[in-house]
């Protein structure tokens, strides 16, 4: 069974911080992908990493997957209240049933 | 990316009753999915949803708790059986069209409070 650690947990920090998720396995995927979600909402996808040791950046998010495939960072820059919510990394297998691996989830907030 | 809407958004329930939720996709999907998560928790698979023919279910979910069904390639429902608090969740459909790397998108989700 495919599983995806993902940490922290919980993150509470000011304006203007810079912070780091971590997304980790001992699998394999051939793609991962991280998503953000506020309440009430379903999951929005961010962005979609496929290759080893890809680099990807949207404004102020970095996301990074690493080289073996295995794990995945998301870095936010100088974070702002509206980056606060629920950040999800989700890995698809090798195989094309295609299902997707969630992450036990991130909640950032970011206080002003 | 596809619109996903569903029905009812929140729902207050008695144990012992069941529950239909339904999910419409604005275009065609090869694959649809629904989910359940604890709020501001992770997503865990129930079942992949079978266009014609039954549900695959995840380990831990079984059909006749959670009957599915997709008569088309942009409608599902799932039936929520015989109701316990236990099942007071956010229930999330999802689509994807094709396979591989293609772009994973979600419903609003339901809210079901059992009491």
Redesign the interface.
């Known amino acids: 069974t495919q599983l995806l650690e993902?940490s922290p947990q919980f993150l509470s920090i000011q304006e203007g911080e810079n912070l780091t998720v971590y997304c980790n396995s001992s699998s394999v995927f051939?793609?991962l992908?991280w998503y953000r979600q506020e309440?009430?909402?379903?999951?929005?996808?961010l962005v979609?990493v496929?290759t080893g040791g890809e680099v990807k950046k949207l404004k102020r998010l970095t996301f990074q997957f690493g080289d073996a495939r295995k794990d995945s960072s998301l870095h936010i820059t100088a974070a702002q209240p509206g980056d606060t919510g629920?950040y999800?990394c989700?890995g698809?297998g090798s195989s094309?049933?295609?299902?997707?691996i969630?992450?036990?989830?991130t909640?950032l907030q970011v206080k002003p | 990316?596809a619109v996903?809407s569903q029905k009812p958004s929140r729902d207050i329930c008695q144990r012992g009753t069941s529950l239909t939720i339904q999910c419409q996709v604005d275009s065609q999907v090869t694959?649809m999915?629904w989910y359940r998560q604890q709020?501001?928790?992770?997503?865990?698979?129930i079942a992949?949803a079978n266009q014609g023919s039954e549900a695959t279910y995840e380990s831990g979910f079984v059909i006749d708790k959670f009957p599915i069904s997709r008569p088309n390639l942009t409608f599902s429902t799932l039936t929520v059986s015989n109701m316990s608090p236990e099942d007071s969740s956010i229930y999330?459909c999802?689509g994807?069209q094709g396979?591989?790397?293609n772009?994973?998108?979600?419903?609003?989700?339901t809210?079901l409070t059992v009491l």
Do not use: H
């Open positions: 993902q051939s793609s992908q309440p009430g909402e379903g999951p929005v996808l979609t496929v629920l999800l989700a698809r094309n049933t295609g299902k997707l969630f992450g036990q989830g909640t | 990316s996903i694959m999915f709020p501001g928790q992770s997503l865990t698979l992949t999330l999802s994807r396979f591989s790397y772009e994973q998108f979600f419903g609003p989700g809210r």
